[in-house]
Structures are given as structure tokens and as C-alpha cells.
């Protein structure tokens, strides 16, 4: 019996979906099998309304951390966590920059003198703005704010100066329809920005969802986290120009979000190994989404390890997002959840 040519369209059709549909999940990591590990002793710390990103100031041991209410919406602060403390808890920086702070990705750069700047990404309801303070103890002083029609899906920023950075644009697209089509058709259509003081410029295209953004200590390098690429892209930064030749493209295996650097030049980074399920968690407080955290050792030619330091099925702490060590100690932030974790790497005391 031949069938009517309607219904084989109907099936190929079908054949077609369930064919992007089982790609779809496979390329999100929802059928990635994840073993449970963690580096040593772990504790829960509580007291902030989320920890999307946390970098450390090595001079001091303290940590700073990006804390926004994602889910209720209400205003965001930067907290201080001293790593030098063994029973530190959050303390809430003091600033006078006014009440529609929610931030999201930070960056700290210290002068030759040692004058600390912090730079914020911060979702207003006038825009897209990285909020630049002076940075002292216990307290943040506005100095500026900088925003641009490029630079409307800021994420994460990689301070190149006290008031120059990179600036990851996580999207192309400034609607949400827009925006779902790249997420889910996987499409490499978003770019990094350089700001030089004065203005911004495209210094990197092509990324499928481009999240964290990292200097190398040199400031030779430059390393860009694709989230929906699940990559790392390296490129290699002309100090005289800003200029980045593209390096080296690592296929990390998972949803790359912020990178941070330890005292060897090694990158760490907080990720989210399935990513369709992240997207439950971001719309449902009840759901929760394992958390992974990679080191990265780069070596020359090229050559990279992996290795895959802690992984979480979302009980300890959901959707990480970020990774910051440092002397031993090892933070690890999350998009939404109310705390994050300090654990010890090696198992040490």
C-alpha cells in the first residue's frame, strides 16, 4: 500500500523534530551521566540573595561576591567574605550609588599604587550599565557609570584599567524571541566588546552565548566562556591596541559560565552540565540543577588538561556559576541560590 504523499511529509516532518529535539538534549548535556565528587570539606554559607560571581583580592584573602535577588527582583549588593577567617560569614559593603543595583558579572583591578576599582555589570531599569567605584575596606564609592546601545546583554567584564574592561554581550538578539532562537538553535551570533575609556568596540565575534570573561595575570591573554558552545575560546590581546587574534578553541563539554584565575595562571571555571535543566531552575524555585567546577591547565603549544574538580547533582548547591580559589580555599558561587560554598581543596583542615 502506498502512502499519500501528505502524510510522508508528515512524517518526515516528525522525523526531522524528534531528530532536533533529541540533538537538542544531547547538546544541553541532559543525558550526560554525572558522578558525584567534591575536592574536600565543603560548607554552606547563607546570607546573600544569590552569588553569581565572586573574584578575591590576593592582597587581602577577601573575596568579593556579585549578589542579586534573581528570582524577587529586589536590589542587589556586593558582599565581602574574608577567606583568612575560618567561621566568616557575608558582610554587605557599604556604597552610595542609589537603589536600582542589581549586579551580575565583577572585575577588580589594582593600580601600580595599589588603589583598588571595582567594575559591575548592572541590569537597570534604564538599561545595561557597568557601574565603576572605588573600592575600599568595607565600602564602595561610585564614580561612573558606562553604558552603550552595544552593550545591551552585558554579562561578565575582565577589567583592563581602572576605567577599561572587556564585556561579554551574552546575546545578539534583544528579544526574547530573538533570544530563544539563539539559545536553542545553538547559534554563534553574539560578541565580546572593548571599552577603552572613551568608547566601545567589537573584539570578538562569533560566540554562541559568550558568559565569563578572564585576563590572563599578563594581561597578554584573554579568555571568553561560551555557555550554549560549552567552550573556552582564547585569544591572544595586543596590549598597544586591544586588538585579539582567536588562539585556541577548547571544547569544555559543558555550560561555561565565569572563569577565574588561581596563583598559577590555571583557570577555573563554574558550570552547568545541563543546561535545559538550569533553565527549569531559573523558572521554578522548587527545581534544583547540578553544579560543576573545571580547572583548566594551559599549556604551551596549545596543550590543555581538564579536570573536572567538583561535581553536584544540585543538592549541595544548585547551578554554579562561578569558581575562585584561592591559598587552598575554594568558593563556588550560583546563579540564584540563597548561599554558596567555601571548601577546602585536597581535603586539608
Given amino acids: 500500500m502506498r502512502l499519500p504523499r501528505w502524510l510522508l511529509v508528515l512524517i518526515a516532518i516528525a522525523s526531522c523534530a524528534a531528530a532536533f529535539a533529541a540533538k537538542t538534549l544531547w547538546d544541553a548535556g541532559e543525558f550526560r551521566r554525572l558522578e558525584p565528587r567534591l575536592p574536600g570539606p565543603c560548607r554552606q554559607v547563607a546570607g546573600v540573595p544569590s552569588s553569581e560571581d565572586i573574584t578575591v583580592d590576593r592582597e587581602t584573602g577577601i ?19 574574608d577567606l583568612s577567617d575560618p567561621a566568616a560569614q557575608p558582610v554587605r559593603l557599604a556604597q552610595d550609588f542609589p537603589a536600582d543595583f542589581h549586579p551580575h558579572g565583577i572585575s577588580l583591578f589594582r593600580d601600580d599604587q595599589g588603589h583598588k ?15 565603576v567605584y572605588d573600592y575600599f575596606e568595607r565600602a564602595l564609592r561610585h564614580r561612573r557609570s558606562i553604558g552603550s546601545p552595544l552593550m545591551h546583554s552585558p554579562n561578565d567584564l575582565a577589567a583592563t584599567g581602572p576605567d577599561s574592561f572587556y564585556v561579554t554581550n551574552d546575546h545578539r538578539a534583544e528579544s526574547g524571541f530573538g533570544r530563544a532562537l539563539e539559545e536553542y538553535l545553538q547559534l554563534a551570533r553574539s560578541y565580546l566588546l572593548y571599552f577603552d ?19 590572563s595575570a599578563d594581561g597578554r591573554m584573554v579568555y571568553v566562556g561560551a555557555s550554549v558552545g560549552r567552550t573556552i575560546s582564547i585569544y591572544r590581546r595586543n596590549p598597544a591596541d586591544n586588538q585579539l587574534r582567536l588562539e585556541q578553541v577548547i571544547d569544555a563539554g559543558t555550560g561555561v559560565d565565569n572563569i577565574e584565575l588561581d596563583e598559577q595562571g590555571h583557570l577555573w571555571i563554574g558550570a552547568h552540565p545541563r543546561l535545559l535543566t538550569f533553565v527549569q531552575y531559573m523558572a521554578d524555585p522548587a527545581e534544583i540543577a547540578p553544579s560543576e567546577v573545571l580547572e583548566v591547565m594551559l599549556f604551551p603549544q596549545r596543550g ?41 581543596l585536597g581535603g586539608g583542615s
Fill in 63 to 81: 573575596a568579593l561576591v556579585s549578589a542579586a535577588d534573581r528570582r524577587g527582583g529586589t536590589p542587589g549588593a556586593i558582599f565581602e567574605f
Fill in 117 to 131: 576599582t571595582l567594575l559591575v555589570v548592572n541590569h537597570r531599569r534604564d538599561g545595561h550599565f557597568v557601574e
Fill in 197 to 215: 575609556g572613551r568608547e566601545f568596540q567589537i573584539a570578538a565575534a562569533g560566540l554562541a552565548y559568550p558568559n565569563g570573561v578572564q585576563l
Fill in 304 to 344: 590543555f588538561q581538564i579536570t573536572r574538580v567538583l561535581v553536584d547533582d544540585g543538592s549541595l548547591l544548585s547551578a554554579s556559576s562561578v569558581a575562585a580559589v584561592w591559598k587552598g580555599h575554594l568558593l563556588v558561587g550560583s546563579v540564584a541560590d540563597r548561599r554558596f560554598l567555601v571548601c577546602r
